[in-house]
C-alpha cells in the first residue's frame, strides 16, 4: 500500500524517499494499526490460490498482510531500489520485475484474480490512467477485480487532510466522481468507498473496486 507520498519540494526530500527503507519506514509511522490489513481483509479479499498483479509494488510491504494462499503475486516498480529490497525480502513469495507494466509485458489473455494499484492513479493524467485501468482490464480473467487506493479530494473535508492531499508528490489527486469516471465504461460493475482513518493524522482515502466482465 504506497500512500501519504510525503510533499518533496525539494528533491533531496525527493532522494530520501526513493529509499526503500525509509519510504517503508515513513509509512509505518503514518499509517494507523490495522489498516492494511483492514484493507486485505475488506478490500482487496485474496482466496486460496489467487493470482495478484500489483502495478507500482514499491518495496512489496503489501506482502506482510497477504496470506500465503498458494497463488502468484507478481510487483512491478519503476524504482530499482525498491525491487530490489522486495525481491530480498521476500524471494520466492513473488516475482518482482523493474519496468513499466505494458501489455507486451503480460501473459497472454487474463491471468490475474485481483490487480492492485495502490496509490498510482493520483500521479497519472486522465490518459496515463486510463492506460492504467486498460492494462489492468486486459490483465485480470473474467470476473476478476482491480482495487484501487489514492487520496482523494472532497467537499466536506477536514482542513488539515485537504491540506495534507494538496502537499502530495502525486499532481493529479481528484474528486471521487473524477475517478470514478476513469473505471466506468471499462469495467463491468464498480463500487467505491471512502476512508477517513488510515492515517494517524486526519487524511481521506478513495478505494474503487471495478470488476471485470464475466463470471471467474
Given amino acids: 500500500m504506497t500512500e501519504a507520498r510525503v510533499s518533496h ?7 530520501i524517499l526513493d529509499r526503500a ?22 478490500f482487496v479479499r485474496p482466496f486460496p490460490g ?17 496470506p500465503d494462499t498458494g497463488g502468484r503475486y507478481t510487483g512491478f516498480d519503476m524504482n530499482p531500489g525498491y525491487i530490489e529490497a522486495a525481491r530480498r525480502r521476500w524471494g520466492p513469495r513473488g516475482e518482482f520485475f523493474c519496468r513499466k507494466v505494458e ?32 492494462i489492468a482490464r486486459l490483465a485480470l480473467r473474467p470476473g476478476g477485480r482491480l482495487v484501487t487506493y489514492d487520496n482523494v479530494y472532497l467537499e466536506d ?26 473505471a466506468r465504461g471499462r469495467f463491468a460493475r464498480l463500487e467505491s468507498a471512502i476512508l477517513h482513518d488510515t492515517l494517524r ?9 471495478c470488476t471485470k466482465a464475466g463470471d471467474r
Avoid at 158 to 180: C, M, N, P, Q, S
Fill in 103 to 134: 501489455a507486451a509485458t503480460l501473459p497472454a489473455g487474463g491471468t490475474y484474480d485481483i490487480v492492485l494499484a495502490n496509490g498510482i492513479v493520483h500521479h497519472l493524467d486522465d490518459t496515463k490512467a486510463g492506460q492504467l485501468f486498460d
Fill in 201 to 209: 493524522v486526519p487524511y481521506t482515502i478513495l478505494i474503487m473496486t
Fill in 9 to 15: 519540494h525539494d528533491t533531496g526530500l525527493h532522494r
Fill in 21 to 42: 527503507g525509509v519510504y517503508d519506514a515513513v509509512q509505518s509511522l503514518l499509517l494507523r494499526k490495522g489498516s492494511r490489513e483492514r484493507y486485505v481483509r475488506d
Fill in 157 to 182: 473535508q477536514h482542513w488539515f487532510a485537504r491540506w495534507l492531499i494538496g502537499r502530495d508528490r502525486g499532481k493529479a489527486v481528484r474528486t471521487r466522481g473524477a475517478y470514478e469516471a476513469l
Fill in 50 to 66: 489467487c493470482r495478484i498483479l500489483d502495478i507500482g509494488c514499491g518495496p512489496a510491504a503489501i506482502l506482510a498482510h497477504l
